[in-house]
């Protein structure tokens, strides 16, 4: 995986509030605690990890199948059925992006962001305040997440693992605008550990990206390695992350969109691994219980 770390921690942690929205890093609060300490140390491996802690509580979903900001958003839909309302456009712009916050800033700032902020009937005590931009080229499709968060843990480092346990955000997506029941789920935590498969059907065995495939996908992580004690207190990260077309079209061949392509897509936000749950989505979903494999309901996504 292309992993940017977070840089002079001991200068980051000293930004504000304004700060973290303009660049990502985040804001001055972090210099309490224990976190303070970690980002302190000029050992890398202290830096990336925090004492382990057990959880209060965990409750079971079915995140996997069978087991200013304008909202773009539509009225609810109807059982087995997509919303024709809900659609984000997608801006293009003519040049490489540099994934890390900050140099790409004048690029982002034109952007509009969508929410994913609906619980869709799912009973959590907690929702953060979540919101993701994309824009696009010729070679990569990029997105920009900002979380308002709180409970933070994140276990996973390996690829293609359960990264959906941790404090994770995720694009799921079919690169056609027909109604289909293939798709793609991209799934990443707060720490820069990616998922990425590719599905016929919902229920069926996904078939994931390999090693090399998910190298070439670029993330940027503001918050630091793994975190085992949880972050109680409210906090934000942001997760920047450029996918290559060219990583989709080994696992189904697809057009690099132009001006006028559209893209089923859904948005998510999820913990589960922390002492209160929660499985938020862009577009809303209609189910007895938290599960994000149901293209029927993705949204439409527009490439300008």
Known sequence: MASLAWPGATHQIAQSYRNVQRTGRPPAFWQKGKLRQLLATESQEE??????????????????PESNIPSFRGSPHPAGSHDDSLVYKVKRIDRLLAVDCGRSENEWITVDSLKIDQANSWE????PRTSVKLCYNEEF??????VSDRYVRCLTTE?????????????????????????????????????LGYRSEPAGNAVHATTEDINKIKVYHSLPGIIEDELVDPLEWTLNIALPFEVIDRYSPIIVP??????????????????????LSWAPITSARPNFHLPQFFGEIEFS
Do not use: Q
């Open 159 to 195: 690829p293609n693992g359960p990264v959906h346990k941790d404090a994770c955000v995720e694009f799921f997506f079919s690169p056609t605008e027909s109604v289909r029941r293939d798709y793609f789920n991209l799934e990443v935590n707060c720490c820069g550990t990616i998922k």
């Open 141 to 146: 499709i990029y997105l920009r997440y900002f």
């Open 124 to 127: 959590m005590e907690f929702k």
């Open 258 to 279: 132009t001006a006028g392509t559209k893209w089923r897509a859904n948005f998510y936000k999820c913990a589960e691994n922390n002492s209160h749950p929660h499985w």
């Open 47 to 64: 830096r990336g990890k925090i004492s382990a802690k057990k959880l209060k509580t965990k409750k079971e979903s079915s995140l996997e």
